[in-house]
């Protein structure tokens, strides 16, 4: 009878290069997510506003008659607009559990008793959120773009406002930057997906009221860096050219937002540690 | 010898005499049993880190009442206005308990606790501990909802107070002349945590991602219901708490908006019946679903 060695042995297998750790945690969170039939149907719903879009397109088109529903720069601005309810829900969906869930299982110091970083573990995690929330918002607003070459059968629109590209790449950059980055602190700083839910709900809504006390007592647009939503609303307008709702100048809103990232990637490095120190 | 570990839901009534020590012990009364779950969650709640962190919330708008009043301490109360002209405090006060109080807070603490009342029990795995006691199922939703209506009325009435002496003194304001209102406005919120409560209580019970379908509700349905003409506004809880509101709101701007699309409003007693059908039904539905569901719990 053949006794094989059972004494300690190398590796053998192949070992990824350093860095790339975290594409394991993003295609491992995108799969999980994709496998609930309720999130799919989410996803499914995100996409019925581009169809509606691209009927209108349609008939702007071909028929004459419907001239005013044309596209312009202003229909992709209300477009990105209007996915903001499905982003609100997606982050909830996707982000709530992702750090609070390992943080609930212990799963942390797991994961960086592994050859992973925090900062890789981090990278993952951001990936699996800011994925989906391009998914509803760059994907189908590029989609749009050229949906209107397509039916248009001409590049007049495209060439007339060549800014529109760029726009929607960094409007729907920036949010998913900004929304995937507070979602993660706030997803840190508790062990129930459920509270972090209800936080996010909190940040997004509860500034947006204090703003509006504020405006329905001053009658000034000027605070809307106090709320997340009006800011990210105030980038669009300036992103894409269109008129501001806000009076608030440009750079105190992409201050209020690179404070507010900053706030929580300082949260994200001062929660996600391997090891809680207890003195 | 140690001592036995306290349970606070075993029957603690001690044997009669010595000849009932063989019979079965009775289990207790619905009511008494109610009163048992509330007394553990009460405490579970109230002194929870989480309630913490939303009092903090809660009490967030104080600062805004602080600004004003600081804004007025410097002479430039003047420019505080409410639709174009100079605002009283009541009026700075009622459309604060409308905007912030009414629209967001009520409703996310009852989304908040109200759907935890059993789903956290099921995301801990310890509902089995509670359902093997001899009491009602029922009565166990029962007793945390009582805690989560006094834990949320204990968080957001002093903070409710406070902005009341901080903001209707503004513009010589006085604070006799809105007293009554101010016990108005306590009252509503009472009954809009307690309806709120109850309906997400029901959809606890019945959902397995609970929060999302209470942020669907609340921030969704509520929302777009609210603006939609015809009847699909009286399928929400902020119609009739609306009704209820003492103070009347801005004359214009967003004001205006919000009075054109409350114009018809329920009677005070035709909301109340309503709020009050609500909460007690979507207890009874709860509490219906909890006794017959069979909670599987994730491994």
Not at chain 1, 107 to 129: D, M, N, T
Not at chain 2, 247 to 257: I, K, R
Request: charged letters at 10%; glycine letters at 8%.
């Amino acid at each position: 009878m053949p006794i094989h060695d059972q004494s300690y042995r190398h590796y053998g297998g192949d070992r990824s290069p350093q860095g790339r750790a975290w594409t394991v945690i993003a295609v491992a969170g995108i799969r999980t997510m994709l496998a609930k039939r309720k999130f799919l149907g989410l996803l499914i719903l995100a996409w019925l506003p581009f169809v509606v879009r691209a009927v209108q397109m349609y008939i702007a088109a071909n028929f004459p008659q419907a001239s005013m529903l044309a596209a312009s720069a202003q229909t992709f601005r209300e477009f990105l607009d209007q996915q903001g309810v499905f982003v609100f829900f997606i982050t909830i969906f996707t982000g709530a559990g992702l750090i609070a869930n390992d943080m609930r299982a212990n799963a942390l110091q797991i994961y960086l008793s592994k050859p992973l970083g925090r900062a890789e573990y981090i990278a993952g995690k951001f990936a699996v959120l800011a994925f989906f929330l391009l998914l509803v918002t760059l994907l189908p607003a590029t989609m749009l773009l050229i949906t209107q070459v397509v039916f248009a059968g001409n590049l007049t629109f495209l060439a007339a406002n060549l800014f529109l590209l760029p726009a929607i790449v960094l409007y729907a950059g920036v949010e998913a930057v900004v929304l995937s980055v507070v979602m993660l602190a706030l997803s840190s700083l508790s062990k129930s997906a459920r509270f972090v839910g209800v936080m996010y709900a909190g940040v997004i809504f509860f500034t947006h009221a204090l703003y509006g006390v504020v405006y329905v007592v001053t009658r000034n647009t000027r605070f809307s860096w106090m709320s997340l939503q009006a800011s990210l609303q105030h980038l669009g307008d300036v992103i894409f050219r269109v008129p501001s709702r806000y009076d608030t100048a440009p750079w105190v809103t992409v201050l209020a937002l690179v404070i507010m990232v900053g706030l929580a990637a300082f949260v994200l490095e001062r929660r996600v540690r391997g090891v809680e120190v207890v003195t | 010898m140690s001592e036995p570990l306290h349970d606070p839901l075993a029957d603690t009534t001690p044997p009669a005499a010595p000849a009932a020590v063989g019979a079965p012990r009775q289990a207790p009364a619905f009511a008494s049993a109610a009163m048992r779950v509330f007394d553990l969650s009460l405490g579970q709640m109230l002194w929870s880190r989480r309630t913490i962190f939303l009092a903090l919330i809660v009490g967030s708008p104080l600062a805004l009442g602080v600004l004003f009043r600081v804004l007025e301490m410097f002479g430039m109360g003047g420019n505080i206005r409410v639709g174009g002209a100079s605002a009283a405090g009541a009026t700075i006060f009622g459309g604060m308990i409308w905007i912030l109080y009414l629209r967001f807070i009520i409703p996310v603490l009852g989304v908040f606790y109200g759907t935890a009342l059993i789903a956290d029990e099921v995301d801990d795995k310890t509902i089995t501990y509670l359902f093997v006691r001899p009491i009602s199922r029922s009565a166990i939703l029962v007793g945390k909802y009582l805690a989560y209506l006094v834990t949320t009325v204990f968080v957001v009435l002093p903070s409710v107070v406070l902005l009341y002496l901080l903001v209707v003194p503004l513009g010589q304001g006085s604070l006799a002349a809105s007293f009554p209102a101010l016990l108005k406005d306590l009252g509503l919120l009472g009954v809009g945590l307690a309806a709120y409560g109850a309906l997400f209580a029901l959809i606890g019970a019945q959902f397995k991602h609970p929060l999302v379908t209470g942020l669907v509700f609340a921030f969704g349905w509520e929302q777009l219901a609210l603006v939609l003409p015809g009847y699909l506004r009286r399928l929400t809880i902020a119609y009739y708490l609306q009704a209820l509101v003492p103070h009347s709101m801005p004359q214009e701007g967003l004001g205006s908006v919000l009075q054109a699309l409350f114009r018809e409003v329920p009677s005070p007693w035709v909301s109340l019946a309503w709020l009050f059908g609500c909460t007690i039904v979507s207890l009874a539905l709860a509490g219906r679903i909890v006794e017959r569901r069979e909670y599987v719990l994730e491994q």
